[in-house]
């Protein structure tokens, strides 16, 4: 984005509108120390995110923490960065290149850095972190996790970031271990009164408290849909590990830990279950999702190519089950510690023989709290699977998210569940019979009632739950359940439009895209271009999507993967004609930027760029 | 083709159980297998086990994966709720059915090939979790449904019906299931009702897996000569190393008359499992000598039978997992939910 957009005070110093990179190696601690710099930030009340670049890796390579701090609010990354904090050797000479002509690079000076690799347009600051921790820590193991905690408190004091922030943050981290609590106070002296001593605040970026952060927390998606199940009182989970999803399972564990012990017993009111693989996760949610318990798995795209044959048999047995899947690249392993919104073909229509699935797009973690409850309604009132689909940025990433709120008036939609006094008024009960003309069929559930029984088949069965391999039986049961899952679009959170006069062109979305889109809408308008917004939330379509879609001349659709899957989606599954649309791709791996979004809308209406003045 | 129900006439002077219902209760929908099937044998023992314990038919949940054998919980128990799933999958579902409601009595019916190949790591795994359940290992030695191709219980030198010979060694469930931890191992003949009712009595008894592996003849694909797993050769080389009589918690008084050298295990709610060994020594509470015996009988080509290992007392599934004696599905919302107090101290740490 053009720096000059960027609203300038006093001297060429940009207030609350800035990028901070770290450079650092992995499994030497800096995540939690970079988080502490995005949390204090977060505490003086300015709009900020940060998005960790991390390797499939547990030690040693190189890994990136990117913090945005923008006082309107936009949050989505921009890779234009002002303060690099280059703390691995390896990466000096690519992140030094990064750095934007007048921005600032933070070095350790305990070593010469390269003649070569020195910018004139760009500030460096050395700072001795290394020596100073040799001199003030002892250990291996402490040095360098006191280095990074050093570097928090240069950041600290060349960006004006309240010390007393930081050290409200280490006591209530480290209050049960006073001597890491110690070692993190004199590690931000070491580096804060460094910066202080040595540099004037020669800095053209800074950060002043402001107070947009009353109503908002900071959380990762997972941590939010984790604290969904818990509300929607889901009580078995089973998951095999796998990033970005594995922290999803975490967070529920530790929820429970906390919120789900019986009171008289102190024995849990759950049960989550370490499965062999995805084949037998999934299993287990159907298994329990029979049983009437709500159950859920938590994934990422290769667990979902694992369950396939089961998501099948969940759909044609007609089985409550929620699935997250937390989406990284494809295909095959790809780079699964990078973000991607790939899974869309396969959880639209999972399985072999003919399938579709009710999907749900968060946008943020908000949305995976609130959409994870919705999620256990559906699944239950329409009896199928039903997907969550985040990303890995929204999955593992701390958000700035307004508060959740909980409505105590909630009660679950269990469906159409019967009792042992509905079976026992019925003449006769049929699992698959549409009573109400709705596609959807009573359940029993098992051990409830004799009347209740059945046998529950992924073989050929009638509208009356027997076996079947006669065609037109076998067709009845399927074209209901059709009719079934297309009663489900009405029923999904409604998708976000903004419309403005005059528009004829549709910017379309979904998930974790939505701030860069938004952000690229507000930068178009500045040169004058309009644009409406539509936010798909969820699969099937409603018709407010297809109108949206039909009543703009061009809609161009942005989303993080190769095949404009969303686009192909609504082009097959919507009456929108092809010439309608266009797409905006990018699948690098790295969260979406607006910077992305507006070089695409120019190039598909064919406009020039305008000069930055 | 429709399920063919079967026609239903009542004698009588059928005998009644505890209940006050009949063996016929017990019984499903008429058999589509093979006359002389060995699964139909078995399904015949798991209809009277049932009968015999009095068991109500709506609390038990019959589960299986595909195959012929993995066909027969529409054979048996039709009141009873089922859920015939999809191959090699079974002990997933039925970990997750137990996981949500501890109270039901599960049993899970399963073929050679559904559980030693494409299901090996669940069957592996539901062991490992002691998931309480019944597991019946129907085995034929070949998938019966997809006509006739040697399964992973093939033994070495059995000969298929085309002729050729198996050299690969066979998984031998039951000391896998040994070497796994396993709480209840037992090994039948579907021929030899008088031994395998009882151990199915034992099994549904017993609180954890109870792998129960019965040589289960194929008469269309694998009863021929030079099978190991035909008829004529398992009469022949069955070897039956304990007996086994199972005495339900309120018939102990009368049974205790029983004759002289037997074992008695006493299960979690207080029935009694006696054994009376045929070799001499046998323990079947000590699984290295089962395992050691088991091996013995099979380099001699026999196939050891009766219940062979039991550990009354293992901890299972939701011991392992502390959950609450009540079933999950049985747990109100309310006390599911935290509400919205909770949420809002919560997030106040989230800042
Ligand atoms: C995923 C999958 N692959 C293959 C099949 C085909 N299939 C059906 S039954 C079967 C073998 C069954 O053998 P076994 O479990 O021994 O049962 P039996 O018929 O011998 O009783 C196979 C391979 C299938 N149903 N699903
Ligand atoms: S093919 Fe074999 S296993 Fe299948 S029903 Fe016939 S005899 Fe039984
Ligand atoms: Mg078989």
Known sequence: MDRDSRDRTDDFVVTNDFVVKVATVNGTGSASANGMLMQAIFRMGIPVSGKNVFPSNIQGLPTWYEIRVNKHGHLARNPDVDLMVAMNPKTYEQDIAEVRPGGAVIYDSSWPLDEELFRKDVLFFGIPLSHMCVEN?????????????????????????????????????????????????????????????????????????????????LMTGNMAAALGCVYAGATVGAWYPITPATSLMDAFRSFCAELRKDPETGKNLYCVIQAEDELAAIGMVLGAGWMG????????????????????????????????????????????????????????????????????????????????????????????????ASDLDIGMNDWVCKKLEWDDAYVPDRGKVLSAEDLQGMDAFYRYLDVDGDGIPAR???????????????????????????????????????????????????????????????????????GAVLEAIELLADEGITLDFLRVTGFPFCTAVEEFLLSHD???????NRDAQLMRLLLLETAVPKSKLSSVLDYRGAPLSAEVVVGGVRDRLGLVPVEAG | MTQTAKPSVRHPR???????????????????????????????????????????????????????????????????????????RMPSIATGANAANRDLSYIGVSGDGDSLSIGLGQFCHAIRRNVNMLYMLENNGVYGLTKGQFSASADVGSRAKRGEENRMSPIDPASLALTLGASFVARSFSGDKKQLVPIIKAALTHRGFALVDVISPCVTFNDHEGSTKS??????????????????????????????????????????????????????????????????????????????????TSMDLHAFENTVDQPLVDVPFEKLCPGSEVLAELQSRWR
Not at chain 1, 313 to 326: G, N, Q, R, S, T
Not at chain 1, 353 to 365: C, E, N, Q, S, V
Not at chain 1, 554 to 560: A, C, F, G, K, W
Not at chain 2, 271 to 297: C, I, M, N, Q, W
């Open chain 1, 137 to 217: 820590f002892k250990g291996d193991r402490e040095r360098i996790l006191m280095k990074n905690i050093a570097y928090v408190g240069a950041v600290a004091a060349l960006l004006s970031i309240d010390l007393e922030v930081i050290k409200g943050m280490l006591e209530e981290k480290f209050s049960a271990k006073q001597h890491l609590m110690d070692s993190n106070n004199v590690a931000i002296r070491l580096g804060y009164d460094y910066a202080t001593e040595h540099f004037d605040c020669l800095l053209p970026i800074r950060l002043e408290a402001m107070d947009a952060n009353r109503d908002s927390v």
């Open chain 1, 293 to 388: 318990a709500r159950a859920f798995t938590p994934t990422s795209g290769p667990g979902i190519s694992l369950m396939n044959e089961m998501l099948g048999l969940a759909y044609y047995a007609e089985i409550p089950a929620v699935i997250f899947d937390v989406q990284r690249t494809g295909p095959s392993t790809g780079m699964p510690t990078r973000t991607q919104q790939g899974d869309l073909f396969t959880i639209a229509f999972a399985s072999h023989g003919d399938t579709k699935h009710i999907l749900m797009f968060p946008a943020d973690p908000g949305e995976c709290f609130y959409f994870a409850v919705k999620a256990f309604d559906l699944a239950e009132r329409f009896q199928t699977p039903v997907f969550v």
């Open chain 1, 444 to 514: 029993s559930l098992p051990g409830v009632d004799p009347k209740g029984a059945y046998l529950t088949r992924g073989s050929g069965h009638d509208r009356f739950g027997r076996y079947t391999e006669d065609g037109d039986l076998y067709q009845d049961v399927m074209d209901r359940i059709a009719r079934k899952i297309e009663g489900a679009a009405e029923a999904l959170p409604p998708p976000e439009v903004r419309l403005v006069d005059g528009a004829t062109v549709g910017l379309v979305t979904m998930g974790g895209c939505r």
């Open chain 1, 554 to 560: 061009v809609n161009i659709v942005v989303e993080q």
């Open chain 2, 14 to 88: 059928l005998k009644r159980n505890k209940l006050g219902l009949t063996q016929r209760d017990y019984e499903g929908s008429q058999s589509t297998l093979c006359a002389g099937c060995g699964h139909d044998s078995i399904t015949a023992a798991i209809t009277q086990a049932f009968f015999e314990l009095d068991m109500p038919l709506h609390r038990v949940a019959k589960l299986s994966g595909i195959g012929c054998s993995s066909k027969t919980p529409t054979y048996f128990l039709s009141e009873a709720h089922g859920f015939n799933s999809v191959h090699g």
């Open chain 2, 231 to 312: 008829y004529a050769h398992t009469r022949e080389h069955g070897h039956e190393v304990v007996e086994t009589d199972f005495v339900p918690i309120l018939h102990e008084i009368q049974a205790q008359q029983d004759h002289g050298s037997t074992t008695a295990v006493t299960m979690h709610d207080g029935s009694v499992v006696r054994f009376r060994s045929v070799d001499e020594g046998y323990d079947p509470t000590d699984r290295d000598a089962a395992y050691a015996h088991l091996k013995e009988l099979q380099a001699k080509g026999e196939v050891a039978t009766g219940l062979l290992f039991i550990e009354p």
